[in-house]
């Protein structure tokens, strides 16, 4: 396993449509996040994972939007009825949480992200 | 809320010598961590160094050094002997389970 993986790599779909994207981790990591980063800005986080669990969403992530991980394994982020301004790059990132000490952040490994456009 | 500073669009530099990208955060955690990444074009976040906010020591990974100031709480990147290769896009982040990032820096490393 060489690290995050994310299919499909793009994804051009109309306005209307539901598109589903896959992420699967590092073998080893319990946490999986989802972002999404449009032109010319950081990555905004989406949602994260700590096993199956889905843990924290952030407002952005609109009742059109479903995050999964059933195993706790791969991810998926469905996105119902696109509308054109969820053209974006979606990336994924998964981490090993560290269970001791205070919590200071997890290094993420990010994959290489699915860029969808809605025409 | 949780803000990530990079006041620089783009910053250039010679090739060989150093260069340093800032970032200021805005936190109201006791404990927290901070990061840096680059994006090439593919897309790819690559993790380049970490900073605790309990560190006393500036973390440093090869190149790459952090240095950090509390009090001021800024987190500037600092590439010694810069590279052609180091041209592309780098992001400070803060965090946490809700990582945030800054809106980014373009470097271009003349030769």
């Known amino acids: 396993d060489t690290g995050v993986s994310q299919n499909p790599r793009h994804k051009i779909t109309k306005r209307g449509q539901n598109v589903t994207f896959r992420c699967d981790p590092i073998?080893?990591?319990?946490?999986l996040y989802w972002y999404r980063q449009t032109l010319g800005q950081g990555p905004e986080f989406l949602t994260y994972f700590q096993n199956e669990a889905q843990l924290e969403k952030s407002r952005l992530l609109s009742d059109r939007f479903s995050a999964e991980r059933p195993k706790g394994s791969f991810s998926t982020l469905e996105i119902q009825r696109t509308e054109q301004g969820d053209s974006a790059m979606y990336l994924c990132?998964?981490?090993?949480?560290?269970?001791?000490?205070?919590?200071?952040?997890?290094?993420?490994?990010f994959g290489p992200g699915t860029r969808l456009t809605v025409l | 809320a949780q803000k990530i500073t990079q006041t620089q669009p783009g910053m250039f530099v010679q090739e060989k010598e150093a260069v340093t990208l800032d970032c200021t955060y805005d936190?109201?955690?006791?404990?927290?961590?901070l990061f840096w990444y680059k994006q090439p074009s593919s897309g790819e976040m690559i993790f380049l160094i970490y900073q605790g906010s309990y560190d006393e020591q500036n973390a440093t990974e090869g190149r790459y050094s952090l240095n950090f100031q509390k009090a001021r709480k800024s987190a500037n990147l600092v590439i010694s002997a810069s590279q052609l290769g180091d041209s592309t896009m780098y992001f400070c982040?803060?965090?946490?389970?809700?990582?945030?990032f800054g809106a980014g820096t373009r470097l271009f490393v003349k030769a």
């Open positions: 073998s080893e990591h319990n946490r």
């Open positions: 990132a998964s981490s090993l949480a560290d269970r001791t000490g205070i919590y200071l952040g997890d290094t993420q490994y």
């Open positions: 936190t109201s955690d006791q404990s927290y961590g």
């Open positions: 982040a803060e965090g946490g389970f809700k990582t945030i």
